[in-house]
């Protein structure tokens, strides 16, 4: 397993996140992604923006389905070089990369430890 081990990621200059989402339930075949947020890891400092995006936000085309959250999502997610997250390599991420092959999109960059 692997962690920000004594900062030197953080010192190292990478762009580091926590991910988190929420969905309907466990099975991404039959659930839907209803929020997911990132948050910043700024060295030194625990006050790094948070980064949100919801299925019923306004801009979302087709309020019925999850596509446009789950693009959005992994937009954002390829633009850090480390995720990490409670068991999110165990859920959360094979949530999304499901999700992304359901809807023709490529999945995130695989940058989460």
């Known amino acids: ?3 920000i081990d ?4 953080l010192e190292k ?7 988190d989402i929420e969905a309907t ?3 991404a ?3 839907e ?4 947020c990132i948050k910043t890891v700024n060295p030194g400092d625990n006050n790094g923006p948070i980064w949100t995006v919801r299925v019923d936000d306004k801009r979302n085309p ?11 999502l992994i937009e954002e997610m ?3 070089d480390l995720l990490i997250g409670w068991y999110s390599s165990g859920y959360d991420f094979p949530f999304i990369n499901a999700k992304a092959l359901e809807h023709g999109l490529i999945p995130p960059k695989k940058n989460y430890r």
């Open 1 to 3: 397993m692997s962690t």
């Open 6 to 9: 004594n900062r030197t990621d």
């Open 13 to 19: 200059g990478l762009k580091i996140g926590i991910v």
């Open 25 to 27: 339930g466990l099975d």
């Open 29 to 31: 075949d039959y659930d």
């Open 33 to 36: 992604l209803v929020c997911a």
């Open 62 to 72: 087709k309020l019925l389905t999850d596509k446009w959250a789950v693009k959005t």
């Open 78 to 80: 390829n633009t850090y």
